[in-house]
């Protein structure tokens, strides 16, 4: 009992913890403010395109149109056992996506698909087990769900992958490969299958697009470099203290960079979402914007959008991030045949 209350006594004096609590909420309020001016000329001027968004249960405004090659839309959504995955899941289902989930734990897997069907008795779910911080993992699910779709007499695409997965590690973990294993889950992850599904992305009859979820936290970023060692997170195994919450504002930085450049060189649309409690709505605002509305960063629900932190525009740093990531990429495509870089 002792060691518990000391150990949690030096984690609330610790620096982290206060960079967490004084910046982050800083970061919060800017966004906040961001997004209030941005709505107030909006309405000033009468020209806020979404003005009078739906709700959630009225009928979809995007959801891509029935094809004689799509019946249903296919939607991935990573981390999808709870917070803003499983709603996510759960709304997007009443729209009449045919909803994947992705997520490391079979028995939250089975419990998601029994509350989505519950809420809605004629919804089309699919769980597949994948831990975002192993390569294997995510090669192995694109493998099984291409095989899915070919016995499920499905069209081979994908129609929209929200890459929701992250965690806050407070201590050190490292993947097989030595990776830092909040920079494996928050980014490496999310870049790699997003490659992987490529194929399936560009070969849907209809405009497919990729959600990636980061936050306001990235504000808190003023640079930092873009290399292999960094990227990986190794070189923060080698500190004496583990700077956890200054690692998560710089995996959801390398999220919002990818997105762009993402955007950039291919056209798939990018979201980032703000806090769990309404961040659901900026996901649905996302899924079904119109297709011309790509390279967007959604905040605060209701179809509002705001201009992330001045340095995720820097087009430089998301290139030199794309080459770092793709290095990456092969590496591990290489490990994973047994083949040496």
């Not at 069209?155 to 407070?170: D, E, F, K, R, W």
């Not at 703000?274 to 967007?296: C, H, M, R």
Request: proline content about 4%; glycine content about 6%.
């Amino acid at each position: 009992m002792e060691s518990t209350v000391t150990e949690a006594f030096h984690f609330v004096c610790s620096s982290q913890f206060w960079r967490m609590a004084i910046f982050w909420t800083l970061s919060l309020i800017i966004s906040y403010l961001q997004s209030f001016a941005q709505r107030f000329v909006a309405a000033q001027s009468k020209s806020f395109v979404y003005s009078s968004p739906p709700s959630l249960p009225q009928a979809t405004r995007s959801v891509p149109s029935a094809t004689n090659a799509l019946r249903t839309p296919i939607c991935i959504i990573t981390g999808a056992t709870s917070g803003l995955g499983a709603a996510a899941a759960n709304a997007l289902s009443m729209k009449g996506f045919y909803i994947v989930l992705a997520g490391r734990s079979s028995d939250l897997l089975a419990k998601a698909i029994s509350d989505i069907k519950r809420q809605h008795i004629g919804a089309l779910v699919k769980a597949f087990e994948v831990d975002m911080s192993s390569f294997k993992s995510v090669l192995k699910f694109k493998n099984s769900l291409q095989q899915w779709l070919l016995e499920s007499n499905l069209h081979s695409s994908v129609q929209l992958l929200i890459n929701n997965a992250g965690i806050l590690a407070t201590s050190c973990r490292l993947t097989p490969e030595d990776y830092d294993e909040m920079m494996a889950t928050n980014y490496i992850g999310a870049f790699c299958l997003t490659k992987v599904l490529m194929p399936l992305l560009e070969n849907s009859p209809v405009p497919s697009r990729v959600i990636n979820v980061t936050s306001f936290t990235h504000r808190n970023v003023s640079g930092m470099p873009v290399d292999n060692d960094t990227v990986t997170g190794k070189c923060f195994s080698r500190l004496n203290c583990y700077p956890y919450a200054q690692i998560y504002e710089y995996s959801k930085f390398c999220l919002l960079l990818f997105s762009y450049e993402l955007q950039r060189q291919i056209g798939i649309m990018e979201k980032s979402h703000q806090a769990p409690e309404n961040g659901v709505s900026s996901i649905i605002d996302a899924a079904l914007a119109p297709p011309e509305i790509t390279g967007v960063y959604f905040f605060g629900g209701n179809g509002g959008t705001i201009r992330s932190s001045a340095l995720s525009y820097s087009t430089k740093l998301s290139k030199d991030l794309w080459a770092t990531s793709c290095d990456i990429f092969l590496e591990l495509q290489l490990a994973s045949t047994g083949t040496s870089a």
